[in-house]
């Protein structure tokens, strides 16, 4: 009989905490609960999702990510294999990586070759000591001795490209699966980079076969089918072809010495020497939601281990079952992300390029105490494309560019705002949808919306409940689609429009004043009429992001008094240009010390300080472990210090030098205290008085270090003015603020080996 099913989620404990993260660190936030292989090294379990992988150690359950931070060198795996000693990391982009054991080799020849061509590594095969990579170009060999590529093989007709899905060994010869047949050649062959060593085989030449095995002697040969459940499993003995199994959907198949391991999506058989059933592993033995199947082996103590498009790792030993993964978002993908304190909020959702409803997925994923849960109160609502998120109390507000604006308190659904219930609209020529691209709260708590395609664009739902909308005149038209929103100091609101600049709007001030801001001299003078981004600064100066650049309204007290935007100067060389001139800006943040922080559509993360003139920080995939160069929203924890970008391949943070500054000196931390022999990063000094002029002193008062606070926050690499390490003893930290008239002093202490 068999023990209860339980369901268990092991927590990465080995990544760094936010709370002990040192300034210039980095923590990925990524999603591992899409898995797509799986495979063994000694008391090992490497699993690969779609952006990077993580290991399970059998012997003492420990769990371990492994991406750009730690030890990968690229993102998005393609694929995954191993043998005894060595794992084998193939990338969508061609790039590979070797891990033995804390060794890893890099091998960038596909990735860094002049081919035009698509590079993807599909399927590792290894023999002996080669391994056979399946590309979309053909097939590359790698010596996995000499740790080199050896050789490569254009099959196709004439030595042209042809996209290999999969390769295997078998009656002396490797074959090749492709979209368009199968390909053969003699292992023996003097020459098999010679296209004419490759010859394709007359059955189902024309068919896509995408998976091969061998398998006592036999090739297993599965032809894909276009619909569900709609594939033919062959096995083929070097001349007659036999058909194992019809109207299947498989999706893995691997062979060790005594079992044959197939994998459907809602199934696992294990077949012995003569091809009959041993184990049978059905999915919906998992007490969950959601189960499809990608991979699975199945090991000499006759254990499971699966790889789950929707559950990361699952595990059944006979008798127990269960789900392990890191701790993760719902998807690496990030749409927005908002800080609340101790939450930081990821909606998922996103517009299509041109605007419209993508359809992706209503979850909400949360990260607290450096842990992260997923909202399901959406599930079974029709409720997808959640574009913004806002929170005030415990009252959580999701927009949709789809169905309207949702409410939740805490985990829990409460409602669903769309046209029957509230001031919101559906589309005025395509009345299909409820486009809500953003959502700001005012300086009173209400509530704010933008309604895209509506003869009143802007709704908002006041803290009594009830609702309003308002027009924009005749500068916004029903046919105009809007996005973000920004609530100034003022409570003037401030709206994207689509290729069309933006409007700013006030309902408050000697009646309702509505102005449309465009490239044009007079009207606004942006850098570009396609507005992707703004941020209101510490100086409360509008800082707009285009697709060509930044614009900057200096004053918007008068920015219904004609005031124009103006470009930053920045010296770069010998030369002048605009800042970030033919940059697309997808999202602008301000941080304690008023420094901006710019996502840029192709080059990455540039800092700037306070008036955009000197660069301080450029983040860049080739320069740090960024995903991408192409970021679509930062985020700052303004307490801790830390800055979460998210990235067309998954979500990362970093702690950087600057906080939020408090409004006194009660809450001044010394990190680390004391400062340990074995340590050797930056001491940090927070909860400090905005932009405070600290000291520090040994104990007999002569002057050791002396900087301003960036922000809250100051940073010491432990060495005075002239370089040297400070000595193991008590120093003092003096801080005060600008004028000298508040100040506070407390103790550090070095130990020195």
């Known amino acids: ?373 997923t909202s399901n109160a959406l599930k079974e609502a029709d409720f997808t494309d959640i574009v913004a998120v806002n929170k005030r109390g415990s009252t959580t507000y999701l927009a949709s560019f789809n169905t309207g604006l949702a409410k939740m308190t805490g985990l829990n659904l409460d409602e669903i705002y769309n046209e029957t219930n509230s001031s919101l609209q559906k589309r005025a020529i395509h009345d299909d949808w409820i486009e809500v691209g953003a959502i700001q709260f005012d300086s009173e708590g209400n509530l704010w919306c933008t309604n895209s395609q509506t003869y009143e664009p802007l709704s908002v739902k006041y803290t009594s409940g009830d609702w309003e909308s308002f027009s924009l005149g005749s500068v916004v038209t029903e046919t105009q689609d809007l996005a973000k929103l920004l609530i100034d100091k003022n409570d003037q609101k401030w709206v994207q429009l689509k290729n069309n600049g933006l409007v700013v709007f006030d309902e408050r001030r000697q009646g309702i004043k509505t102005r449309k801001l465009t490239n044009s001299e007079n009207e606004g003078n942006l850098a570009s009429n396609r507005v992707h981004s703004f941020a209101e600064d510490l100086e409360g100066e509008i800082w707009i992001g285009t697709d060509n650049g930044v614009s900057v309204f200096y004053d918007s007290n008068s920015i219904f008094q004609g005031d124009n935007a103006s470009q930053v100067v920045v010296t770069l060389g010998d030369h002048n240009s605009y800042l970030l001139e033919g940059q697309q800006i997808n999202d602008i943040e301000i941080d304690g010390a008023n420094r901006k922080w710019f996502a840029t559509n192709n080059s990455g993360v540039v800092v700037t300080s306070e008036n955009g003139t000197e660069e301080i920080h450029h983040f860049t995939s080739e320069n740090s472990p960024l995903f991408s160069n192409k970021v679509l929203d930062i985020e700052m924890n303004d307490v801790t210090g830390e800055v979460f970008f998210a990235t067309e391949k998954g979500l990362i943070s970093l702690r950087s030098e600057s906080t939020q500054g408090n409004d006194d000196f009660s809450e001044v931390l010394v990190f680390p205290n004391p400062v340990k022999p074995d340590y050797s990063g930056p001491i940090t000094i927070k909860g400090l008085i905005t932009d405070a002029v600290v000291k520090i002193t040994d104990i007999s008062g002569n002057l050791i270090y002396e900087t301003v606070a960036l922000g809250g926050q100051a940073v010491w690499d432990g060495k005075s003015f002239d370089g040297q390490k400070a000595h193991t003893g008590v120093y003092l930290v003096f801080c005060s603020d600008q004028e000298g008239t508040i100040s506070h002093v407390t103790k550090l202490l070095f130990v020195r080996g």
């Open 1 to 373: 009989m068999k023990k209860t099913i339980f369901l268990s989620c092991l927590i990465y404990t080995i990544c760094t905490q936010a709370q002990s993260l040192r300034v210039g660190e980095w923590r990925d936030h990524l999603s591992y609960k899409s898995a797509y292989d799986v495979c063994e090294v000694g008391n090992t379990i490497y699993v690969s999702t779609d952006r990077a992988l993580f290991e399970y150690n059998t012997a003492d359950n420990s769990i371990e990510r492994l991406n750009t931070l730690n030890r990968l060198s690229d993102t998005g795996v393609s694929s995954i294999e191993a043998n005894e000693n060595t794992l084998i990391v193939a990338y969508n982009n061609g790039n590979i990586d070797m891990i033995s054991g804390n060794n890893i080799v890099n091998l960038p020849d596909i990735k860094n070759a002049s081919l035009i061509a698509d590079k993807r590594i599909n399927h590792i095969n290894i023999d002996n000591n080669l391994a056979y990579l399946s590309c979309g170009f053909g097939i590359v060999v790698l010596d996995l001795d000499r740790e080199e590529v050896k050789d490569t093989y254009f099959i196709g007709e004439l030595g042209a490209q042809v996209n290999v899905l999969s390769t295997c060994i078998a009656h002396n010869r490797i074959y090749a699966a492709t979209n368009k047949g199968l390909y053969m050649a003699d292992t023996g062959h003097p020459n098999l980079a010679n296209y004419q060593a490759w010859e394709k085989l007359s059955a189902h030449s024309q068919s896509r076969v995408d998976l091969l095995e061998s398998f006592n002697g036999l090739l297993f040969v599965n032809l894909h089918g276009e619909e569900y459940n709609t594939d033919t499993l062959y096995h083929f003995d070097g001349n007659n072809w036999v058909v194992f199994e019809q109207e299947s959907s498989n999706v893995s198949i691997k062979a060790k010495s005594q079992e044959l391991v197939l994998t459907r999506r809602f199934g696992i058989s294990v077949y012995n020497q003569e091809l009959n059933s041993t184990h049978y592993l059905s999915s919906g033995e998992f007490n969950l939601d959601k189960i499809d199947f990608n991979s699975a082996i199945f090991t000499d103590k006759d254990e499971f281990w699966i790889a789950d498009k929707h559950n990361g790792l699952l595990h059944n030993d006979g008798d127990f079952f269960e789900s392990i993964k890191p701790s993760g978002p719902f998807l690496s993908d990030g749409g927005q992300i908002v800080n609340f304190g101790d939450e930081i909020l990821v909606a998922h959702g996103a517009k299509s390029e041109n605007w419209d409803p993508s359809w992706h997925k209503s979850e909400l994923s949360i990260l607290k105490k450096d842990d992260w849960t």
